[in-house]
């Protein structure tokens, strides 16, 4: 790596900076206590995402954990279980929040595939209550699938698994990295969630926050809880307008991540093979696979000016963002070429 290169960080879409038209927006921000709900720039994002996602309401909270807490706290009840895939992030990433914070108990399930069986789901379901099992209360579906290599959802699979009529909690994280990269928009999954929270801060590119958009009564009740778990903000509208910019500007640019992902995938391919990594289902911004020496590939790739991490044992993750150019990621080819083992 030669010292003038800027370092390539891969290790996860939420390293970005603001841009300069976010930043600005932030300085000219109008504010308020959001507390109060008198933050206009807050009370702007949260109608712009709710309508975005084709909901009636949305709340502005601090971070995705927050928002995907929120919903597991008003959909799952005491003496229930919410089911949820075994590697998703409520299960596996939140430092154990679900049992901490919920009532509910999780009920995970086979999750490799990136989706969860309906099939599966639907037997949970039927034997809830009448067969001694524990009624299930929620299902809370990840889309894209971090840990599957950020797949999408089969819009069926989402159908399928809402008409059982349990509520659906949807951790659309990258929601909008499902939009841009299926076509389907986010309305259209939304449409079968009873909550959907989003990320600002990920894919695209906001400093801070994530948004939770349901019906207006449970978006009430979101307030609630938000304040519970110390999530409620003041003159919030100085991040919530970074918000605001990444909404309108971001979303369609994250088709080149997904484009710059897809030569990560190429290259890993070239290098080891399968290593865990199908590259049919390889469709955004997430690139995870398993190669022989994890340790020495990422200390290989730190040595060229890479970074990168992993996310389970064995397990690298690769991930494209708004501060990744096409220049970075020939570097990062070209690094994962020349990897020794
Ligand atoms: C799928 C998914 N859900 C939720 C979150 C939580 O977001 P945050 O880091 O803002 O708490 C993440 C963060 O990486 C994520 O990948």
Redesign the pocket.
């Known amino acids: 790596m030669s010292p003038s290169e800027p370092v390539v960080d891969l290790r996860?879409d939420?390293v970005t900076r603001p841009t300069p038209a976010m930043r600005k927006a932030m300085a000219d921000a109008e504010v308020g206590d959001d507390g109060y709900g008198e933050d206009p720039t807050v009370r702007a994002l949260e109608e712009a995402f709710a309508e975005r996602v084709g909901k009636a309401a949305a709340v502005y909270v601090p971070?995705?954990?927050?928002g995907?807490q929120i919903a597991l706290r008003l959909l799952g009840a005491p003496g229930t279980s919410v089911i949820a895939g075994q590697r998703s992030?409520v299960v596996a990433?939140e430092q154990g929040a679900f049992g901490t914070n919920g009532s509910a108990q999780a009920l995970t399930v086979d999750d490799r595939t990136g989706s969860l069986d309906p099939a599966e789901v639907a037997w949970f379901v039927e034997a809830g209550g009448p067969h001694h099992w524990l009624p299930v209360s929620a299902v809370c579906v990840?889309n894209t699938h971090?840990p599957s290599g950020g797949r999408p959802w089969p819009l069926e699979h989402l159908a399928a698994i809402a008409s059982l009529g349990v509520p659906v909690h949807l951790?659309g994280?990258?929601l909008f990295n499902a939009e841009v990269a299926t076509g389907i928009p986010a309305a259209t999954y939304a449409a079968h969630a009873t909550t959907v929270m989003c990320?600002l801060?990920?894919g695209l590119g906001a400093p801070v926050g994530?948004m939770l958009a349901g019906a207006a009564d449970l978006i009430e009740a979101a307030r609630v809880e938000r304040k519970r778990l110390g999530g409620a903000m003041r003159q919030a509208g100085v991040v919530a307008a970074a918000g605001l910019v990444a909404l309108d500007h971001n979303v369609e640019r994250l088709a080149d991540d997904h484009a710059r992902a897809r030569r990560l995938v190429d290259a890993v391919g070239e290098r080891w093979g399968a290593c865990g990594l199908d590259p049919a289902t390889a469709a955004t911004n997430v690139v995870v696979f398993a190669p022989p020496d994890p340790a020495g590939l990422l200390a290989h790739l730190a040595a060229a000016g890479v970074r990168a991490a992993t996310i389970a044992v064995g397990v690298v993750r690769l991930v494209t963002h708004l501060d990744v150019d096409d220049a970075a990621i020939d570097r990062t080819v070209a690094a994962l070429r020349s990897s020794p083992a």
Do not use: I, L, Q, V
């Open positions: 996860s939420t971070s995705g954990t927050m995907n992030h990433y990840e971090m951790d994280a990258r990320c801060s990920k994530s």
